[in-house]
């Protein structure tokens, strides 16, 4: 299939009209307008990107497992380490993103300027053109009045051919003369200007078809370097994902030779005490120094409070009771 071309298809058959050429500098401006809008996104990824590498390496220095303990803390402190990582690669992203917006500014400067000299040299011949068609219009004009003012003035000639009035007849043919000569003068002016409009015609032509070739070389670099800069775009988000998936591997692959048991074990060697528990807590009794085998203190009360004055007469009793002190019990005892 045969490739179309800008010079083969924005011709007018109005000689003055520029629609042709007006579309395909609207086409022009509309992909400027467009190498800007992405440049913009670009410079506002890479804010994004910036700010959340920042946001992220101050996270990355917070306390996070401080006082953790053997393996779990190698895979808390690499944790941290490849948060780290990650976050000066996102600011090494950022910083690509701003170099690849540089470039298309740049480019989209270059454009510019070689647009501008095509767009002054085709505005000039347009203005010359559209002058130099009014002028041979209006020469036209004044070129068929002048005939027919001739025509007239040789109809008035030969109407009055039988007239015997001498005087009259050679002033129609001064004015038949005068109106030939006119005439003539305005033949040659229109023909003059018509060919100088088919001179500017030619060299117009040849502008505009060069005008074409150059805009549509600057459209298809347009199109080629936008594409690429989107590509180029894609690929660093996708190798992003790639390195903060590494870094995030070499977390995960200590946090596999996370022990749990090891880790409780490490505590319990760092940190242990003792392998035997305190003992139970027995009674002594104040008068024997006995210590009873079975009960404590709180498990068993006496019947009677002890007393801490002298020991009581057993044979001063009341009511035939009898009192007894067991020893051995650490009481004392009423028998009746």
Same mark, same amino acid.
Request: glycine content about 2%; overall charge positive.
């Given at each position: 299939m045969k490739n179309l071309h800008f010079k083969d298809f924005f011709w007018n058959l109005d000689l003055t009209c520029t629609n042709g050429y007006?579309?395909?500098?609207q086409? /022009? #401006? &509309?992909?400027?307008?467009?190498?800007k809008e992405v440049e913009d996104f670009m410079k506002a990824r890479a804010s994004i990107e910036e700010k959340y590498a920042k946001d992220l390496l101050g996270l990355s220095k917070k306390v996070c497992g401080h006082n953790e303990m053997n393996t779990l803390?190698? $895979?808390l402190d690499i944790f941290k380490l490849q948060t780290e990582q990650v976050s000066l690669s996102h600011l090494q992203l950022a910083q690509s993103m701003k170099e690849e917006a540089k470039k298309l500014e740049e480019f989209r400067e270059k454009q510019k300027e070689a647009r501008k000299k095509v767009e002054q040299c085709m505005d000039a011949l347009h203005k010359q053109k559209s002058s130099q068609f009014k002028k041979t219009m209006d020469s036209k004009k004044t070129y068929e009045q002048k005939c027919r003012d001739k025509e007239e003035a040789d109809q008035n000639v030969n109407r009055n051919t039988n007239t015997n009035n001498t005087k009259h007849m050679e002033k129609l043919y001064s004015k038949a003369q005068q109106a030939k000569q006119y005439a003539e003068e305005a033949d040659k002016t229109y023909q003059q200007n018509v060919t100088t409009m088919g001179k500017l015609r030619e060299e117009w032509l040849k502008e505009h078809v060069k005008s074409c070739e150059v805009f549509e070389k600057l $459209?298809? &670099?347009?199109?080629?370097? /936008?594409r690429n800069t989107i590509w180029t775009h894609l690929n660093q988000l996708s190798q992003q994902c790639v390195t903060t998936d590494? /870094?995030? &591997?070499e977390v995960r692959k200590s946090l596999e030779q996370c022990d749990i048991q090891e880790d409780v074990e490490?505590?319990? #060697? /760092?940190?242990r005490t003792g392998e035997k528990p305190p003992a139970t807590v027995l009674y002594e009794n104040f008068y024997s120094g006995q210590r009873s085998p079975t009960e404590a203190p709180s498990s068993r009360l006496p019947l009677f409070p002890i007393r801490r004055g002298p020991l009581p007469d057993p044979t001063n009793n009341r009511d035939g009771a009898q009192l007894s002190l067991d020893a051995d019990a650490g009481y004392s005892v009423i028998q009746y």
């Open positions: 007006d579309a395909i500098i086409y /022009l #401006n &509309e992909g400027k307008r467009t190498c803390k190698r $895979s $459209s298809i &670099e347009r199109i080629n370097v /936008l590494e /870094l995030y &591997e490490h505590f319990i #060697n /760092l940190r």
